[in-house]
C-alpha cells in the first residue's frame, strides 16, 4: 500500500461505522470497473459494425456530423 492510500485507510478509520461502509462500498466499485463499457445486447450488432467502419477508416464527413447534431436542434 503507496503511503497516499495509508494516509486515506487511516482517515476513514476515524469516522462513523456508516461513513466507513459508504467509503468502502465507493472504493469497491472503482476497483471493479473496467475499462470498458457494458453493451445493451439490443445495441451489440450496431458496436461492432461501427468499429469495424473504423477499422477500415470510414468516418462520417464534417457534413453528415453538422446534419446529425442539426436534427437535434429545436
Not at 4 to 10: M, P, Q, S, T
Not at 13 to 41: F, G, H, W
Not at 55 to 71: K, N, Q, S
Amino acid at each position: 500500500m503507496n503511503q497516499l492510500l495509508r494516509r486515506a485507510v487511516e482517515a476513514v478509520e476515524r469516522l462513523p461505522a456508516e461513513e466507513q461502509n459508504e467509503i468502502a462500498r465507493l472504493m469497491l466499485d472503482l476497483v471493479r470497473r473496467d475499462t470498458s463499457e457494458e453493451i445493451d445486447p439490443a445495441h451489440l450488432a450496431a458496436v461492432l459494425e461501427g468499429l469495424d467502419q473504423a477499422r477500415r477508416g470510414e468516418f462520417a464527413t464534417e457534413e453528415e456530423i453538422a446534419e446529425t447534431f442539426r436534427r437535434f436542434d429545436a
